[in-house]
Structure formats: structure tokens, C-alpha cells
């Protein structure tokens, strides 16, 4: 015959199954007598079978992740942004210089193509140069 203190530590194998016949049948027995141990299988029993409940961590991180990485995308595009305005004007000025070289250098008959003048620059690479 099974008490209290031998029988409390079970109720989790009984309700999993794991018990052989012998233990499960004097677990059982027990349970029929003992209103306080049936109330804990009850509550074990009660405890598994109710929904997760919902996380709320996992909820407010969604949350907050969600006002973070636009802010962040909001940034890093802003960065690209800036640097690509320093590009263009970098390449704004070389263009102003390259017209005042046009307008400076003397008209000549014999350069008849953009890639003869001194300005341009000129790849040392074949443009079929494979890499």
C-alpha cells in the first residue's frame, strides 16, 4: 500500500504512462482513497492539457523589432544616400572641368573622336579583357 510521500513523486510517470501495471494499479488504488493526492493528479493533469499561453517577450520584441530594423533601413539608406550626393558631386565637378578643357583646348581637324582628347581616360584593358 502506497502513501502519500512514495506516490506524489509518480503522478507524472502515471499520467505519461510510464508506470508498469503493478505500481500504476497500486497508484491508482491510492488515488481512490486519497482525495488530496487525486486533487494534485488533477492539477498536474488540468496543467497539461491547457493552452501554451501566449509569450509575451516574444510579443513585445516583435514589437519593438518592428521600430527598430525600419529605423535602421532608414539610416543605412539615408548613409548610402549622402554618399552617393558626395559622388555625384565629385563627378559634377569633374564634368565642369572636363567642359572647361573642351572649351580651352584649340579646335583640331585631326582628333575627330572623344577617346583621342587628353582628357578622357583611357583603360590599359581590352574591353574582352576577361577577368
Do not use: N
Amino acid at each position: 500500500m502506497m502513501d502519500c510521500e512514495t506516490i506524489r513523486p509518480k503522478l507524472m510517470a502515471l499520467l505519461d504512462g510510464e508506470l508498469g501495471d503493478d505500481p500504476r494499479r497500486a497508484c491508482e488504488s491510492h488515488l481512490e482513497r486519497c482525495a488530496v493526492c487525486a486533487q494534485t493528479l488533477a492539477e498536474f493533469q488540468a496543467i497539461r492539457d491547457a493552452p501554451p499561453a501566449p509569450s509575451e517577450t516574444f510579443d513585445v520584441w516583435e514589437a519593438v523589432q518592428a521600430q527598430i530594423e525600419p529605423e535602421m533601413l532608414t539610416q543605412a539608406l539615408l548613409a548610402e544616400m549622402r554618399l552617393m550626393r558626395e559622388e555625384m558631386r565629385s563627378l559634377s565637378a569633374e564634368v565642369s572641368e572636363l567642359r572647361l578643357a573642351l572649351k580651352q583646348a584649340p579646335p583640331s581637324p585631326a582628333r575627330s573622336t572623344a577617346l583621342d582628347l587628353p582628357y578622357v581616360r583611357k583603360s590599359t584593358r581590352s574591353p574582352f579583357h576577361l577577368v
